[in-house]
């Protein structure tokens, strides 16, 4: 077989990416190629080593037994080379490199959109690659470096680093629907009002909690709307449609200027922090320790609890 050339590497980086993947489209996406030069990467990595790597049909890309194979062992190779570059930040002052984040809206608009001028000014160097979306995510399998989600919901085998303190959950109302159906004062009152209710990423209904500890009550609220999203409930209930359940912090501006009120504030509920989490390996992701620092920095909790390994 000829010698390994530097034209092998980006076929063979096109092809892991790939079967990560699954999908040409996602690693076009991933990689900011198009799908034709995939497919004619692919083609001449196959020709080139004289056997088939991918079963590829309209709908599915599947490796075969030797791409499998060969994908695992590159992959391994690949995070060598990673944690080998990353190594290097040690000695730089500046973190270098892409940055890629997986974050609900609700984070995004609280803690990372604060400090985005303060982060790209200071680290002039990464490139900050932010999907939002508020449905579960492998973030391994979708290729992102990090996410941020309720730290309940975040996988065991990952670490997680709280962003903030324990979040406070509140019902909402505007005075005009107050004013109108009255205010209620027990979690069974709820059952006589309308309700903005919430679907989370994996399109559930989300059960409103009152309440903490042995006194919490799980409330399914009768309602004639129901949002994926906080903004379009928020701004909802500031027109009047009914009562909405969420983070205290997020209707901060429309509870100071009076569009809302807490009703039930006895009936309030503490819920895990918001956590930055990435999956266990040895190096972290350029720029991911100095986001995290800011954002902790913005929230007021202290830089002395908290580690992110460097090596």
Known sequence: ?????????????????????GSFRQ?????DLTTSALSHSVKKLESRLGVRLLNRTSRSVVPTDIGAELARRLADGFQTISEALAALDLYRRFPVGRLRLNIPK?????????????????????????TVEDRPVDIIAEGFDAGIRYESTIPK??????????LRW?????????????????PEDLLQHSCIQMRVGDN???????????????IDVPGPFCANETDISVDAAVRGAGLAYCLENRVEAELR??????????????????????PSRRQTPPGLRQLIGLIRDQEGLPSSSWHVPTA
């Not at 690693?27 to 990689?31: D, G, K, N, Q, T």
């Not at 990952?158 to 962003?163: G, N, Y």
């Not at 509140?170 to 027990?186: D, E, F, I, K, M």
């Not at 559930?204 to 009152?210: C, G, N």
């Open 157 to 166: 085998d990952m670490i997680a680093v709280a962003l903030t303190a324990p």
């Open 257 to 278: 200027s009076g569009q809302l009120e807490v009703v039930m504030p006895d009936w309030s509920s503490m819920g895990p922090p918001f956590a930055m989490y990435y």
């Open 204 to 218: 559930t209904a989300f059960p409103w909690e009152l309440g903490d500890g042995a006194a919490m009550v799980r």
């Open 170 to 186: 509140v019902v909402v109302g505007a005075p005009a629907y107050l004013s109108r159906h009255g205010r209620p004062s027990r």
């Open 27 to 31: 690693a076009a996406i991933e990689l």
């Open 1 to 21: 077989m000829a010698p390994f050339t530097r034209s092998d590497l980006s076929d063979l980086t096109v092809f892991v990416t790939i079967v990560r993947r």
């Open 106 to 130: 609700d984070a995004s608009r609280l803690l990372v959109s604060p400090v985005l001028v303060d982060f790209l000014r200071a680290y002039p160097q990464i490139r900050l690659d932010v």
